[in-house]
């Protein structure tokens, strides 16, 4: 089964720095998708970014970024220039076929102003 | 404006009592999902339907049903809710062909 793994249940960031979330997934297919899910505190499950494994490119969403290492199966998340609304819970989720996703446990980001 | 509902947001039952969620979409997608939230387990799949009268089950299905009947309405039902599905369910579509999912709002359920 496929299962992703998020290594970091919570991290800080102070305001207007860095922060990069991690995120690794384990998968015999060469054709799938990645996303990274922003949920703050209001529930919403709000999309942070995609990336489809056959691109070798990294996808950004402007302060967004990935680092997509597909020998290495990992999947991480930058966010530059960390705001307070970026604090909340980033799910990191992956999708073989079927439209069906596959979570991991989440990351809690904290932004200390 | 294009958007997932779930009805109702918050709920408290008791075991055994009969409920239903309602999901439905305005943006005639073919690809329909429920997923269950739990503290430290991110979201899993409960059931999917793929078009009108397709339906299958997902990760964790078990005590849940499903119907599409519709193809903008996508309801879970639980016959007989016990106190391990109190958690939060989220409702999820996609158009045939775009991975790209968009979610309901959620439905928090307490079972006492």
């Known amino acids: 089964a496929q299962t992703v793994t998020q290594s970091q249940p919570e991290m800080s960031v102070q305001e207007a720095e860095t922060v990069t979330l991690s995120c690794t997934y384990d998968t015999s297919e060469s054709d799938y998708y990645l996303f990274w899910y922003k949920q703050p505190p209001s529930r919403q499950m709000i999309l942070v970014i995609r990336?489809?494994?056959?691109?070798?490119q990294n996808a950004t969403e402007n302060r967004f970024s990935v680092n997509f290492q597909k020998a290495a199966k990992s999947f991480s998340l930058k966010i530059s220039d960390s705001q307070l609304g970026d604090a909340a819970m980033y799910f990191c989720?992956?999708?073989?076929?079927?439209?069906?996703?596959?979570f991991g446990a989440g990351t809690i980001l904290r932004v200390k102003s | 404006e294009a958007q997932v509902t779930q009805n109702p947001r918050y709920l408290i039952t008791v075991t055994g009592k009969k409920l239903t969620v309602t999901c439905s979409q305005n943006m005639n997608h073919e690809y329909m999902s429920w997923y269950r939230q739990d503290p430290g387990l991110g979201l899993r799949q409960i059931y999917y339907s793929m078009n009108v009268e397709v339906t299958d089950k997902g990760d964790v299905p078990e005590g849940y049903k499903v119907s599409r009947k519709e193809k903008r309405n996508f309801p879970l039902i639980l016959e007989s809710p016990s106190p391990n599905q109190t958690s939060l369910y989220f409702c999820a579509s996609s158009r045939g062909g775009d991975p790209t999912q968009y979610f309901g709002p959620g439905t928090r359920l307490l079972v006492l």
């Open positions: 989720a992956f999708m073989e076929y079927g439209n069906k996703l596959v």
């Open positions: 990336q489809e494994a056959y691109k070798q």
